[in-house]
């Protein structure tokens, strides 16, 4: 059965302070592993695609890695306005639907 | 950035009744998937729609739900008969022939 566990599920940091949120995953076929920032009461915000070992994707502060069991989100040098709780998904083999962990619910204190 | 959007932000029924949710997807979008999220718990999914049939459910959605583009456009949802464990956020989902999905912002569906 396809899973996705994220770890730690909550993370306080303070401003400045680089950290990593991970995400392991047991998928047949992996087809994409996603991450995604949720705002309270919003819906799921996209961030990277990743589809196999060794890629990597930036994006302003954030920096997500692959491997073939686990993905990390390294934040450098957080802000406050990084404080949200971001999601990892993976896509298998069977169609198109996402699987989504717990998430890690990430604040950032100035 | 190509948006989502869902009607209503928030729903509050009573028990038994009928709910339909809506969501405006992006245009030239191909696929649409509907889930939901229990507050407190994981995003969890529903159903996928592709060419005006559904090509994939989950063991959620049971003969209560139905999903339809009644007009071309809209894509909804219903719940035929809305129980108490239905009280969760909603949300639309589409792609195109790339993998992301773009998310709504959600219905809000509390049911007393």
């Known amino acids: 059965e396809d899973q996705v566990t994220q770890s730690p599920e909550a993370l306080r940091l303070q401003e400045g302070e680089s950290s990593s949120l991970n995400c392991s995953y047991t998928?047949?076929?992996?087809?994409?592993l996603f991450w995604y920032r949720q705002d309270p009461g919003k819906g799921p915000e996209f961030l990277f695609t990743?589809?196999?070992a060794g890629e990597e994707k930036e994006k302003e502060r954030l920096k997500a890695t692959l491997t073939k069991k686990e993905s990390f989100l390294h934040i450098t040098a957080p802000k406050p306005e990084d404080s949200a709780t971001y999601l990892c998904?993976?896509?298998?083999?069977?169609?198109?639907?996402?699987?989504f962990g717990q998430g890690t619910e990430l604040s950032v204190k100035p | 950035e190509p948006e989502v959007t869902q009607t209503p932000s928030h729903q509050v029924t009573q028990m038994g009744q009928e709910v339909i949710l809506r969501c405006v997807p992006i245009?030239?979008?191909?696929?649409f998937y509907w889930y939901r999220q229990i507050l407190g718990q994981k995003v969890e999914f529903l159903v996928s729609?592709?060419?005006?049939?559904?090509?994939?459910k989950s063991e959620i959605f049971d003969d209560q739900f139905s999903v339809e583009r009644p007009d071309g456009s809209n894509f909804t949802l219903k719940i035929r008969s809305t129980k108490l464990e239905d009280s969760a956020m909603y949300f639309c989902?589409?792609?195109?022939?790339?993998?992301?999905?773009?998310f709504g912002p959600g219905t809000r569906l509390t049911v007393l």
């Open positions: 990743l589809y196999s």
């Open positions: 989902a589409n792609r195109v022939l790339s993998d992301e999905q773009f």
């Open positions: 729609f592709y060419n005006n049939e559904i090509s994939e």
């Open positions: 245009s030239n979008h191909l696929y």
């Open positions: 998904a993976v896509r298998g083999e069977q169609g198109g639907k996402l699987i």
């Open positions: 998928v047949s076929g992996l087809r994409g």
